[in-house]
């Protein structure tokens, strides 16, 4: 299973984009790239998924380059409720699932008003 | 996510007691997972099921047990409890197809269960 590096916090102001970078130079052929977003004492849901290049759902874009040993989470105009620790997982999903999935201690998020 | 619950809620309990936690899920799906999380830190697979006679151990399964009854049931027991499993838990259920190699996972958390050991 890739490791994953993540910015243990950031700081950004309400309205702005916020860019979370997460390095997974280990990434295998079969491995997906997911993020998940965690309020405390609740359990982390999942913003979005990808294999390549450019994801995007209506809460955020996920960009891949072509070697894919990076990704980088996009949140678009954040606001006060994005405050909350988010967490980049890579797993193999071709044969038995994201099992020993991995969340590390992810990246703390702190919107500023 | 309401689909899947998780009781209780809270539970303060003492060294050396057996104590269950449960989960329910209404998503039908197949796959579950137990997780505890310590303060500070991410999450750590206790274990996971694919299917009610599929369990399998994950990172730190030294000291609890699991039961699948049933496809939406899955409990999680501590069979002594000790100070240093107290931790928040999560259940939580997968979507990945059975048998679909090609299919990709995403994993719905219940609310967790704050277990304290005294």
């Known amino acids: 299973l890739a490791k994953t590096t993540q910015p243990v916090s950031m700081d950004s102001y309400e309205g702005q984009e916020v860019n979370i970078t997460c390095s997974h130079n280990n990434i295998a052929t079969n491995d997906y790239i997911t993020w998940y977003q965690q309020f405390p004492s609740q359990g982390p849901r999942f913003i979005i998924q990808g294999y390549k290049t450019k994801v995007t759902n209506e809460v955020a874009s996920l960009f891949i380059p072509a070697d894919r040993k990076s990704s980088t989470l996009s949140l678009p105009r954040v606001s006060l409720s994005d405050t909350a620790v988010y967490y980049c997982?890579?797993?193999?999903?071709?044969?038995?699932?994201?099992?020993?999935?991995?969340f590390g201690t992810g990246t703390r998020l702190t919107i500023i008003p | 996510d309401a689909d899947v619950t998780q009781t209780p809620r809270n539970r303060i309990t003492k060294t050396g007691k057996r104590i269950m936690l449960e989960c329910s899920q209404t998503?039908?799906?197949?796959?579950m997972y137990w997780y505890r999380q310590d303060p500070g830190l991410g999450l750590r697979l206790i274990y996971y099921?694919?299917?009610?006679?599929?369990?399998n151990k994950g990172e730190i399964s030294d000291g609890y047990s699991v039961s699948r009854q049933a496809q939406a049931k899955f409990s999680l027991s501590l069979e002594s409890a000790i100070p240093n499993q107290t931790a928040l838990y999560f259940c939580?259920?997968?979507?990945?197809?059975?048998?679909?190699?090609?299919?990709?996972?995403?994993?719905?958390f219940g609310p967790g269960t704050r277990l304290t050991v005294l």
């Open positions: 997982l890579v797993g193999d999903t071709s044969n038995f699932g994201n099992e020993k999935l991995t």
């Open positions: 998503k039908g799906h197949d796959r």
């Open positions: 939580a259920t997968s979507d990945r197809l059975a048998g679909d190699a090609s299919s990709t996972d995403t994993q719905y």
């Open positions: 099921s694919f299917d009610v006679k599929d369990i």
